[in-house]
């Protein structure tokens, strides 16, 4: 089968692309021995997980009990739920998922670790934790300092967890230019300063979890950090390449679709909309497009209806006809991944994989 035989829109892996993205993050984590449990929110594909744990990762990581679930087909030895869990029925699955693979968490207040330990120790597992730190970001994590040391002390009161250490995520850092190095010199700081805090009060953290995409490739910079929990990188979509941490060269996923009017001058309707992109706008800062036409790299994709995108081509050079099949890298490949029911891997133009996106829509 060839991508021509596809009906659009359809999500296209380049596997060579893919492959060389993996290939990359490996080769880069074993030379600064750095434990790796990617974040299987970008593919949600089992089969894509255990290709990671083949290539060395010594886990996965998920944000949802329904993704750890899923995950299980890829038979990892360890899944991080980076993802504070709450409620009882979510956690009687998660000591399901349990019973078969390691399992820890990260959560950053004593209500949720104490429903943990309730639900480990009911189960007869053991569950570990990770102290979730806010670097930055604001999202989950306590501050460093007393709350957090007061967190780790209240989970290691706690019967049926294990304290593993802590876990932060950088998020706030999307871009290496000059603000970005020095967001990444001060987490360094701030990085020593809590390692430094749970020394002296005789904690061990063994694992120190970190690393987003945009980042990735400077993980050694950050002192101590010993693991790290990429997700966009296998792929990596146009935010990525606008955070400076990948080229177009480097995204493996675009969205084929077909041109069905050209009514307007000056611009083409094609046949995927916020239904296969999702509406995930550009960068801060970055023209507004919601992807990049590889055929026409000039065009701006404008605006998004459900099922219709616009496609302003009066800067692009280029003319389409009602029927060419363009390829579209989306902004946040993530989401766009979670509208599609299946996605093909393409070397060239032979379709060689066709995969279910298993992990697609697990929301609870
Ligand atoms: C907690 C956590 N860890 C890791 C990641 C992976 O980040 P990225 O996709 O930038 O590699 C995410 C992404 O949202 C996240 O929320």
Redesign the pocket.
């Known amino acids: 089968m060839t991508i021509s035989d596809l009906e659009t829109p359809a999500l296209l892996i380049d596997l060579d692309v893919m492959e060389g993205n993996l290939k990359k993050l490996a080769d880069y984590s074993q030379k600064h021995r750095l434990r790796v449990r990617?974040?299987t929110?970008?593919h949600k594909i089992p089969a894509l997980a255990r290709k990671q744990l083949d290539l060395g990762a010594a886990g996965l990581?998920v944000?949802k009990v329904g993704e750890a679930e899923v995950m299980l087909a890829a038979q990892p030895p360890d899944v991080l739920v980076?993802?504070p869990i709450v409620g009882r029925r979510k956690l009687e699955r998660l000591m399901q998922v349990a019973a078969k693979t390691s399992i820890t968490v990260?959560l950053d207040s004593v209500v949720v670790a104490q429903q943990l330990s309730e639900a480990a120790t009911a189960s007869g597992i053991e569950i570990g934790v990770l102290a979730?730190v806010d670097v930055g970001l604001g999202?989950?994590g306590v501050p460093p300092g007393e709350t957090l040391l007061r967190l780790i002390q209240d989970i290691q009161r706690l019967p049926g967890l294990r304290l593993d250490g802590i876990?932060f995520?950088p998020?706030q850092i999307k871009s290496l230019d000059e603000e970005g190095e020095q967001a990444l010199k001060s987490l360094a700081q701030m990085l020593e300063r809590i390692l430094d805090d749970l020394r002296k009060t005789g904690i061990e953290a063994r694992i120190v979890?970190?690393?987003?995409?945009?980042?990735?490739f400077h993980s050694h910079r950050l002192p101590g950090l010993n693991e790290i929990?990429?997700?966009?990188?296998i792929f990596n979509d146009r935010n990525?390449v606008l955070s400076g941490a990948c080229t177009f060269e480097e995204c493996a996923a675009s969205v084929m679709v077909t041109v069905v009017s050209t009514a307007k001058p000056g611009q083409m309707i094609v046949d995927g909309g916020s239904k296969t992109f999702s509406s995930d706008g550009a960068a801060a800062g970055a023209p507004v497009s919601f992807g990049r036409v590889l055929q026409a790299p000039d065009a701006v994709f404008t605006k998004m209806n459900e099922e219709h995108g616009f496609i302003d081509l009066r800067r692009a050079g280029q003319k389409f006809n009602v029927g060419d099949r363009v390829r579209i890298i989306p902004n946040h490949v993530?989401v766009a991944m979670n509208l599609h029911e299946c996605v093909y891997g393409i070397r060239g133009d032979t379709v060689e994989q066709t995969w279910r996106v298993e992990g697609r829509g697990k929301l609870q």
């Not at 970190?210 to 990735?216: E, K, R, V």
Request: aromatic share 10%.
């Open positions: 990617p974040h929110k970008t990581t944000a980076a993802y990260s979730e999202r989950v876990a995520y998020g979890s970190g690393g987003s995409t945009p980042t990735l929990r990429p997700g966009t990188y990525t993530c």
